[in-house]
């Protein structure tokens, strides 16, 4: 019998803590970015990478973290993520050139990587006692996470508008020490022996970032430039090696058995087009906001706030009961298409526009589409998950959206440019390529909403399918 831990409580506080800056680190920079682009010389297309150099790395290395996390220890790998999340933010605050801002942002991956399936490794060690200790957990900790997205987006406007846009990765430094100062809460773990796929890491993280450069380049060189054909065949050959990989190691980062479990495959698929949607809306917003409303650092962010607030309103309050009522599968599709909704409103924004009317209300009717289809899809890929692959399971859905993110910001950015959102003090024309990213967005939830329609199995069935089959029965196939 296990020793129940007396500090679970106050560790479990650590570990929210951990998610919500790991959340909170791809939110807050969105409103400090047209200060980051005059300041290092980021053009309007390079921008993305400020973003997307974070969640490239976090995205590719989460299986990674995940696995050095069960042979390393948990709580090592978890204190070893702080340090190396600390040392990204330093490198990020003191950049002073667009390149080493990137890198900085790479690095700040990294670290989170390893902080994320190391806390939900702990949190399972410190609740899997008492399955209602651990609902209540999971809640809290879940919580943590639309938290973090609203609090990045106030302090980016905060620290940009009053104080400097380095600051929104100064503020990592002693929040990271103060964490790392009460990791003495968290459970010790002994490592184990087993290999570490540092080569099927590699593979998979190089793919993904050759494959969002190469559509990022590609609207300046051309989409049947060599250069590009060269890039994506890249990119393909890398993805494929990591595949083959996967195949032939002891001990892979994700075993290719995995995707046999009930709707792990559309529950992913919806959430790599979920990203898709979202973060390039999240992340074209705030553009708009600044670059054509004439927003300040501190209004943009305060212009978003109702659309995060919202956020996590539904997803801690609401989500889980319409989840009991109807299931993951109405939910992940009403809520794609009620986000495409939302983006069609915003395609419509003019470059005269205001905020109560033209922004508000579709900012609100897409929060509400998030909100509805992200923890359900979340849900659905675990559920069908056997204990000892419950883990592989949320790190796979986890890497899913976050390269469905980087990728959509990539192709959309790639079509605002293409409509002029490279025209800098050029309000219609900057306005056409925003509402074109919009546009893009939107087709992209809607095909999300048909696919789960489509594809996914209800509830019912992928509980049935999941279900083993009685012994004395002989089932056939």
């Known amino acids: 019998m296990s020793t129940v831990n007396p500090r679970r409580w106050w560790a479990l506080v650590v570990l929210a803590a951990a998610q919500f800056m790991v959340i909170m680190d791809t939110s807050i920079i969105g409103v400090a970015l047209p200060e980051m682009q005059k300041d290092l010389g980021f053009t309007q297309g390079e921008l993305q990478w400020v973003f997307n150099a974070y969640v490239i790395v976090f995205g590719g290395l989460l299986l990674l973290g995940g696995r050095l996390s069960d042979l390393v220890g948990a709580r090592r790998i978890f204190v070893t993520g702080w340090a190396v999340m600390i040392a990204g933010s330093v490198l990020a605050a003191a950049a002073q050139t667009a390149w080493v801002e990137i890198a900085g942002r790479a690095v700040q991956g990294v670290g989170g990587a390893l902080i994320a399936p190391s806390a939900m490794t702990l949190l399972m060690m410190l609740f899997m006692h008492d399955p209602k200790e651990l609902g209540k957990a999971m809640a809290l900790y879940g919580a943590a996470a639309p938290a973090g997205g609203t609090a990045g987006v106030f302090l980016g406007g905060v620290f940009t508008e009053w104080a400097a846009w380095q600051w929104v990765f100064v503020i990592y430094i002693p929040i990271g020490l103060a964490t790392l100062a009460a990791t003495k ?10 290999s570490v796929d540092v080569l099927g890491a590699v593979a998979v993280t190089a793919g993904l970032a050759l494959a969002v450069f190469a559509v990022v380049r590609a609207p300046e060189v051309g989409w049947g430039a060599t250069a590009t054909v060269l890039e994506l065949a890249g990119a393909v050959a890398l993805l494929a090696l990591f595949l083959v990989i996967q195949k032939s190691v002891r001990e892979p980062l994700m075993p290719l058995s995995v995707w046999r479990i009930p709707r792990l495959g559309s529950a992913n698929l919806a959430m790599a087009l979920l990203g898709a949607a979202w973060i390039p809306m999240w992340y074209f917003l705030n553009l708009y906001l600044q670059q054509v409303l004439g927003y300040g650092a501190f209004a943009s962010g305060a212009a978003l706030l109702p659309m995060t607030v ?4 539904f997803m801690t309050a609401v989500t889980a009961r319409l989840m009991g009522r109807f299931g993951a599968k109405p939910l992940i599709a009403g809520g794609l298409l009620v986000l495409a909704a939302g983006l069609v409103w915003l395609a419509a924004v003019p470059p005269t526009g205001s905020f109560l009317v033209d922004v508000l209300p579709a900012s609100l009717v897409a929060a509400l589409g998030m909100s509805l289809a992200y923890i359900p899809a979340m849900i659905a890929a675990m559920s069908g998950a056997p204990q000892e692959q419950a883990g592989l399971a ?3 859905v ?17 079509v605002a440019m293409s409509q002029g959102a490279d025209r800098l003090g050029n309000l219609p024309r900057l306005t056409d390529g925003f509402s074109a990213a919009f546009i893009g967005a939107a087709v992209i939830a809607a095909l999300g909403g048909v696919l789960t329609l489509l594809l996914m199995k209800g509830d019912k069935a992928a509980a049935a399918e999941a279900a083993p089959a009685p012994q004395s029965e002989k089932v056939s196939t």
């Open 394 to 396: 949320s790190g796979i």
């Open 185 to 194: 809460l968290l459970p010790s773990v002994e490592s184990r022996r087993g």
């Open 310 to 313: 919202l956020l996590m309103i």
């Open 398 to 414: 986890n890497t899913t959206y976050n390269v469905g993110s980087a990728l959509g910001l990539a192709a959309l950015t790639a």
